[in-house]
């Protein structure tokens, strides 16, 4: 499947139709969760990849095999990606899905749910230069303008995946109607990567000895993350990712492109 140039309405948002189909988009918004399953949910560019990684590395208490021989979409499959059913069919337990779909999509598929879901969210500001890096990088996003101009259609929600703003809003407020919700940030991540390794395995309910955590923390690091192909996708082939333009691991930074974008610097 291709289909760089198409996009997708679904939900008042648009989708790149490089991966979501209507089909695929409904399958999400249908999805039947088992309570078993952890989901992961982020706004574009918040710290899924690093999540993902984390989550991998506790099921398997720090046994980096999964994580460096299966890439992160067939073990931890986004939901509303065409790919994601013919993924669970392997039957791999317990599931590890992602999402970066609002939680009014998803708000009836988690109904009554006991599924695990974890939140990340991330600095708007990185969120905004990490996403202007990546539209360039990737040949399914519209190519944006300068980067003024991206930084007012992201302010007002007119980007491919909708509001920052709402995306936060709607996860936020979902923990009145969610059982098992657990939030992080990206700079929490930063941080305190072992204290976060720490917090995530309590609540997955897979606490880990000492050596499990070292472990974990060491495949979770972004120099090894940036080197390991089955997360910094380098697998993807250049005519949908340009490879000679950017990395997708980039800097990894809390803050740190925001001052080389000056109108980024703004009070939010
Ligand atoms: S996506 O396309 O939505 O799945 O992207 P996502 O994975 O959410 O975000 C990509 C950004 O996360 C950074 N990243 C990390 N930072 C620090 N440590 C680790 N281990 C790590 N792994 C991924 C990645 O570099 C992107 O941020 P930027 O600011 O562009 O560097």
């Given amino acids: 499947m ?32 088992k309570d078993s399953d952890t989901l992961i949910v982020t706004y574009p560019k918040s710290g899924t990849t690093w999540i993902q990684e984390v989550v991998t590395l506790i099921y ?21 990606q065409y790919y994601c059913p013919e993924v669970l069919s392997s039957g791999r337990e ?26 990340v969210g991330r600095n708007p500001r990185d969120v905004a230069v990490s ?3 990546f539209c360039h990088f990737a040949n399914f996003m519209p190519t944006p303008g300068s980067f003024q101009e991206y930084l007012n259609d992201f302010l007002q929600g007119k980007v ?6 709402d995306h936060v809003k709607g996860w936020t407020d979902a923990k009145e109607d969610i059982k098992n919700l657990f939030f992080i940030t ?10 976060t390794i720490k917090r995530v395995s309590t609540f997955l309910q897979c606490p880990l000895v000492e050596e499990e955590i070292t472990r974990t923390e060491e495949q979770c690091s972004f120099s090894k993350m940036k080197n390991n192909p089955m997360v910094n996708y380098t697998l993807v082939p250049v005519e949908i ?5 950017g990395k ?10 925001r001052l080389n974008h000056r109108y980024l610097n703004v009070k939010l």
């Fill in 160 to 165: 491919h995946f909708g509001s920052w703003f």
């Fill in 131 to 133: 996403s202007y890096h």
């Fill in 60 to 80: 398997n208490r720090g046994d980096p095999t999964v994580s460096q021989t299966v890439p992160n979409w067939a073990r931890a499959p986004w939901l509303e």
């Fill in 186 to 195: 990206y700079e929490e991540m930063k941080e305190d990567l072992q204290g």
């Fill in 241 to 245: 990712l340009n490879h000679s333009s």
């Fill in 248 to 257: 997708f691991m980039r800097k990894g930074e809390t803050c740190g492109d």
């Fill in 94 to 119: 317990p599931r590890i899905l992602t999402t970066h779909m609002p939680y009014s999509a998803l708000a009836q598929a988690l109904e009554g749910s006991k599924a695990k879901v974890i939140y």
């Fill in 2 to 33: 291709s289909r760089l140039d198409v996009t997708e309405t679904f939900h008042g948002l648009t989708w790149p139709g490089h991966l979501h189909t209507q089909d695929s988009l409904n399958y999400a918004t249908n999805f039947k969760f």
